[in-house]
Every structure is written in C-alpha cells, then in structure tokens.
C-alpha cells in the first residue's frame, strides 16, 4: 500500500530500483528488444532506519507485485535441512503468485563469509546458503520473480551473493542530506495539525545526521 510519493530524499535510489525491479515486470518488451535479461535482483545496503524497506515496499506496491518478506535470521533454523527447505517453499511460492518481490531482510545472517564451518550450526547456515544461491540461479528460471536483499552490513556478505547473475546490482541507501530530510519531514507532518509558529527550515537544520526512521520519531513524539 506505500506508494513512491511516501518515499522521501531516495530520487537516485528510487530510479535505480524502478530500472532493475519495476520496468522488466511492468515493460518486459524493452529488454527483449535490446535483447538483454533484466537483473535477477538488488541488494540495498546502509545504515538502519533509511528507507530499505520502504523502497522494497514502494516497487512492490507500483508494480502489484505478490511481496513475500522474509527476515535472514528467520531462515537459519535449528533443525538440519529445515532452512533450505523453507528457501525452496519461498520461491515456489513466488513462482506461483508472480508477479512477485522476495524482500530479504538481515541479509547477512545468512550470507556473511564464513571462517569456521566446523559446527552444526554453521553447516546448518551453509546449506541454508547454498539453497539460496541455488534458487537464484538455478536451472528452474525465475521469471516474474525479483529478489531484494538488504542488509546493514554489506562489508561481511559472502561474494558469492553479489556476484553477477545473482543479487549484482548495488543500491547504497545512505542517511538523507538536507534536502532528503526536508522532504522526509514534510512526509511525516503532513497529517498533523502544526502550529503556524512552527519555524520547519529551523527544525530541519537540527535533524542533520537523522535516519528517515529518526525524523519519524521525531514527529510522533512531538504529536
């Protein structure tokens, strides 16, 4: 339901997720023309509270897209095999209701390199790995299905995940400049009932190193 217009100070982000994400779902008729396949999927990656979900909400939304989220951490199960087996059902899953978005969240709980595979459990996150990379590109194409991996710590993820063919486009979802937070500001007090003294350059001039989840905060602690 969040449409581009709740999305603040993303622009460079917002075009770069409509080219890799929304256009082949939307216009598969311009990659076949210049003869390429689109990306497979993106990864988003920056500090927490920038707007990562969102942007995976916002394409999902524009291009009615089934959104399927799922946590990294969630996928690392107890049980030997139990992981792999829920990567294999989630794409299934997207493969049956595509045209569809898998949103992977704390990408690197999953991803991250690995020194010691010598415990169960770290065999066991592995197998769950290797189940994904497997799914990406596999032999069973992924058609309608589009992957978003997101993560907050982009410098521990496995290459294996970002190389090309898998997750290879790069999105950097930084803090917002002065612009972005101005624009993120106007987003979260535009239903509340401001005071016309209410100096907002003033304001924004203080939020200077906020997340968007910051200002958001800020606004309902105000209200």
């Not at 598969?28 to 003869?35: A, H, S, T």
């Not at 299905?145 to 997101?150: F, L, S, T």
């Not at 290879?168 to 101005?182: A, F």
Request: proline fraction near 5%; charge should be neutral.
């Amino acid at each position: 339901t969040i449409g581009w217009e709740q999305v603040g100070g993303l622009s460079k982000q917002t075009e770069e997720i409509k080219e890799v994400v929304e256009l082949p779902l939307l216009r598969p008729e311009l990659f076949e023309r210049v003869g390429i396949t689109p990306p497979k999927g993106v990864l988003l990656y920056g500090p927490p509270g920038t707007g990562k979900t969102l942007l995976a909400k916002a394409v999902a939304a524009s291009t009615n897209s089934t959104f399927i989220e799922v946590v990294g951490s969630e996928l690392v199960q107890k049980f030997i095999g139990e992981g792999a087996k829920l990567v294999k059902e989630i794409f299934q899953l997207a493969r049956e209701k595509a045209p569809s978005i898998i949103f992977i969240d704390e990408l690197d709980a999953l991803a991250a390199k690995r020194i010691d595979v010598g415990t169960s459990g770290e065999r066991e996150v592995q197998r769950t790995f290797m189940q994904l990379l497997a799914e990406i590109d596999g032999f069973k194409p992924l058609g309608n299905v589009k992957i978003i991996g997101c993560t907050n710590r982009k410098d521990i993820l496995d290459n294996a995940i970002t190389r090309p063919g898998r997750l290879d486009r790069l999105i950097e979802v930084p803090l917002p400049d002065s612009e972005g937070i101005n624009e993120i500001f106007k987003i979260h007090t535009k239903r509340m009932k401001l005071d016309s003294k209410i100096d907002s350059k003033k304001i924004v001039g203080r939020m200077s190193g906020m997340s968007g989840a910051e200002i958001h905060a800020v606004c309902t602690e105000a209200g």
